[in-house]
Structure formats: C-alpha cells, structure tokens
C-alpha cells in the first residue's frame, strides 16, 4: 500500500471510526474507494473547528465545490481530493451528492439553531446519508438503486443520535422542540431504516453496519452521557456484521 494510501486511510480512521470499521468488512478492492469517501467527508466535517470566522470556512467549502467541478485544476496535490477524483472515475460516481454534502456543512459554521424538524432531516440527509448512499454505489452500484430510502432513514437516525452527544446538541434542537422529542425522532428514522435495509442484498451491509451502533449513542445521550465506548461500538459493528442483523 503506498504512502498516500495509507494517508487517505488514517484519515478516515481518525474522522469516523464506526465507518472505518465497518468498510473493513468491505471486498478489499472496494475499500480504498470508501476511505476516500470517509476522508473527503471527514475533512468536510472538520472545517468549523480549523477556522475562527465562518467566512473562512466559507472559503474553504468553496474550494472543495470548485474541485469537483473541476478536478484537475483544482486538486492542487491535495490527497484526498486526489484520491476522489479517482474513486469518482472509477466508480462512475455522480457530482450531486458529493456537492450536498459540501453543502451541508454550511450549517455547521454558524451559531444558529435549526429552524424545524424538516431542516434537520435535511441536515443529516444531505451529509451522513449521502455519504451511506455513496458507499453503496461504491459496494454494489446495481443494487444501490434500491437503497436510498434505507440510506436516507439510516443517516438521519445515526446522525441524530451521534450529535446529540456532542457540544452541537443545542443548537441542533429546533425552537419549541425538546432533546426528548428529537430523540424519539432518531428512534423513529431507526426503526424505519432497519425495516428498510433488512431487504437490502448483503453487498451493500458494509454501508449500514453503522447503524448498529445507534441505540449505543441513544442510550447515552439519553443517560446523559457524552460518549460511547468504542469498544462497544466495535463489537456492535462485528456482531451486526456476523448476523447479518443490524
């Protein structure tokens, strides 16, 4: 494996564990494709926290626009951006989902608080459930036709569930709502997501092995917490993967 590779790979290890850990279950051929994707949606995601105005970040969502558009003069040797473009070519992957995740983080920039349940949906469909129904086309590109309803459900759930651990929880609460009745939004898409997925064929588990770690984030924000053990998280990956149950 070269030295960018393994970049590209770390990356995305670092950016998202419970994703990393579930591509491990993916054919090998396919898994460089999926850590590019984790690593392009990770530095997305990291964004708000390197810039201290949101023009900035502004700048910088704008750069990764401006490089899909026009990969080859926009990459710059950047290596993630170098390793999408490739897996953009090989896979035969569409600009549009790419370009909502971009803008999906737009959001993140700003102290304001999300309007209503339908922008929140939207929030999470545009960034987690892009990037699950990406890797699906990654997976099985055929079978991926059938699963944007189960990926649409499963990135709002986890997404939900995730951030309501972390210091965007707040804000992330639309007015007039409470963190209960988010919650039980995130149990609702959950259980929704799992009907969904449950007919899906097994080239495509790899995408929503994640999901398994949902009740986990759940449960904890629910408690209070504001973490998961990321042993619990694996061993909820490995299990879901071997049962082929989520």
């Known amino acids: 494996m070269s030295d960018e590779a393994l970049a590209i790979r770390e990356l995305a290890r670092s950016g998202d564990k419970d994703l990393f850990l ?19 949606a990770a530095e997305l995601q990291r964004i708000p926290s390197l810039v201290s105005e949101a023009q900035i970040g502004e700048i910088r969502l704008q ?9 080859e003069s926009g990459q ?3 290596p993630v951006a ?3 473009a490739e897996t953009i070519r090989a896979c035969g992957l569409p600009l549009q989902p790419l370009q909502q995740m971009i803008e999906g983080r737009r959001f993140d920039l700003y102290a304001d608080r999300m309007p209503d349940l339908t922008s929140l ?11 699950i129904q990406l890797q699906c086309l990654v997976l099985d590109a055929k079978a ?12 709002v759930a986890l997404g939900i569930a995730r951030t309501m651990l972390t210091r965007q929880r707040e804000k992330l609460v639309p007015q ?4 209960a009745e988010v919650l039980a939004l995130a149990r609702k898409r959950l259980a929704e ?13 790899p995408a929503f092995l994640p999901l398994a770690t949902t009740e986990l984030y759940l449960a904890a924000a629910e408690a209070g917490r504001q973490q998961v053990p990321q042993w619990r998280r694996q061993w909820r990956i490995w299990r879901a993967a071997k049962s082929g149950k989520i």
């Open 22 to 40: 579930a591509a491990l279950f993916a054919p090998e051929d396919r898994q460089p494709h999926l850590f590019a994707l984790q690593a392009f």
């Open 63 to 71: 750069w990764w626009a401006d490089t899909l558009e026009q990969p």
């Open 76 to 78: 710059g040797g950047h």
């Open 82 to 84: 170098m390793a999408l």
């Open 121 to 131: 949906e939207a929030h999470f469909g545009e960034t987690l459930s892009a990037l």
């Open 144 to 155: 991926a036709t059938s699963a944007a309803t189960a990926a649409g459900l499963a990135g």
């Open 176 to 179: 007039g709502m409470t963190e």
């Open 193 to 205: 997501a799992r009907d969904a997925a449950a007919t899906l064929p097994q080239s495509l588990w």
